[in-house]
């Protein structure tokens, strides 16, 4: 009996010796070496995980640089001292990636915006979303709720007097959370230098817009008609701005909107909210 448990002793050491030996070989000779570059260039990244880059975070996008995929510009939310280095620890040009911000396709602000009802219930767009809309007669406008700041981790995103979110285009990262939160698709992220912009969401036209909300667009399409020809055009009832055009979108487009649905817009979208 003792000889037979000496023996499976054996064999069992035997065997740990073996596959320690094979583990010990494919580490030699499998494993990948780590670029020291990459760690460097990780604690350069603002460490944000915002995925504005593209990537699900600031170690991917560092991995990404390392293979000479992107450029450090590809970054909007790092200093442009910390994106200089990144260049010059990898030999590339910074790159230019034009800042995009999260713009609100609406301005039906609690003045504006004609109430049908008094919502009581959880404080969410998502759940006054299943109840009438919070009780605005515009159901396809902003609830108001908030959920857009709650979820910002930039603080770039405060909510007005009239319950609406102003974005401030400095501390946006363009990371998308406001956009993938908002139950009603009210926000997008749009290149900084597009300064035309329609604020309004809703499907209805004329006196059937504006009755619910008085800064709607009523479609009387004079904003396409004065817009350089191609940059503006009517769909559904809404004015959809082309910026892939030789002509580019003017202020002109603005000047005889009888709401102020469609805006020119320098800096932020909205105006801070007063004391």
């Given at each position: 009996?003792?000889?037979?448990?000496?023996?499976?002793?054996?064999?069992?050491?035997?065997?740990?010796?073996?596959?320690?030996?094979?583990?010990?070989?494919?580490?030699?000779?499998?494993?990948?070496?780590?670029?020291?570059?990459?760690?460097?260039?990780?604690?350069?990244?603002?460490?944000?995980?915002?995925?504005?880059?593209?990537?699900?975070?600031?170690?991917?996008?560092?991995?990404?640089?390392?293979?000479?995929?992107?450029?450090?510009?590809?970054?909007?939310?790092?200093?442009?001292?910390?994106?200089?280095?990144?260049?010059?620890?990898?030999?590339?040009?910074?790159?230019?990636?034009?800042?995009?911000?999260?713009?609100?396709?609406?301005?039906?602000?609690?003045?504006?915006?004609?109430?049908?009802?008094?919502?009581?219930?959880?404080?969410?767009?998502?759940?006054?979303?299943?109840?009438?809309?919070?009780?605005?007669?515009?159901?396809?406008?902003?609830?108001?709720?908030?959920?857009?700041?709650?979820?910002?981790?930039?603080?770039?995103?405060?909510?007005?007097?009239?319950?609406?979110?102003?974005?401030?285009?400095e501390l946006c990262s363009a990371c998308n959370d406001c956009v993938d939160v908002c139950?009603?698709?009210?926000?997008?992220?749009?290149?900084?230098?597009?300064?035309?912009?329609?604020?309004?969401?809703?499907?209805?036209?004329?006196?059937?817009?504006?009755?619910?909300?008085?800064?709607?667009?009523?479609?009387?399409?004079r904003c396409a008609l004065d817009a350089p020809e191609g940059t503006v055009e009517m769909?559904?009832?809404?004015?959809?701005?082309?910026?892939?055009?030789?002509?580019?979108?003017?202020?002109?487009?603005?000047?005889?909107?009888?709401?102020?649905?469609?805006?020119?817009?320098?800096?932020?979208?909205?105006?801070?909210?007063?004391?």
């Amino acid at each position: 009996m003792g000889g037979e448990v000496a023996t499976a002793m054996a064999i069992m050491t035997g065997l740990g010796v073996f596959f320690a030996v094979v583990l010990a070989i494919a580490y030699r000779f499998l494993r990948v070496e780590e670029d020291p570059r990459l760690e460097v260039v990780e604690e350069l990244l603002p460490g944000n995980n915002c995925g504005a880059c593209g990537q699900p975070g600031c170690a991917a996008f560092a991995g990404e640089l390392i293979a000479g995929k992107v450029t450090p510009g590809k970054c909007t939310v790092a200093s442009a001292a910390a994106l200089e280095e990144i260049a010059n620890i990898l030999g590339v040009d910074v790159g230019a990636e034009e800042k995009r911000i999260a713009r609100l396709k609406c301005a039906g602000s609690m003045g504006q915006m004609r109430k049908v009802a008094a919502y009581e219930g959880l404080d969410s767009c998502r759940a006054a979303i299943l109840v009438s809309g919070g009780g605005r007669a515009c159901s396809w406008g902003c609830i108001g709720l908030a959920d857009c700041q709650d979820v910002c981790t930039f603080d770039a995103i405060i909510m007005s007097d009239g319950a609406l979110p102003l974005v401030d285009p400095e501390l946006c990262s363009a990371c998308n959370d406001c956009v993938d939160v908002c139950p009603l698709d009210l926000f997008v992220l749009v290149p900084e230098s597009q300064r035309l912009f329609v604020q309004c969401n809703s499907p209805l036209e004329g006196e059937e817009a504006t009755d619910r909300c008085k800064v709607a667009c009523d479609a009387c399409a004079r904003c396409a008609l004065d817009a350089p020809e191609g940059t503006v055009e009517m769909v559904d009832g809404l004015p959809i701005v082309h910026y892939d055009q030789d002509l580019k979108p003017t202020a002109k487009a603005t000047w005889r909107c009888p709401t102020g649905a469609i805006v020119w817009l320098e800096g932020k979208q909205f105006k801070e909210p007063t004391d």
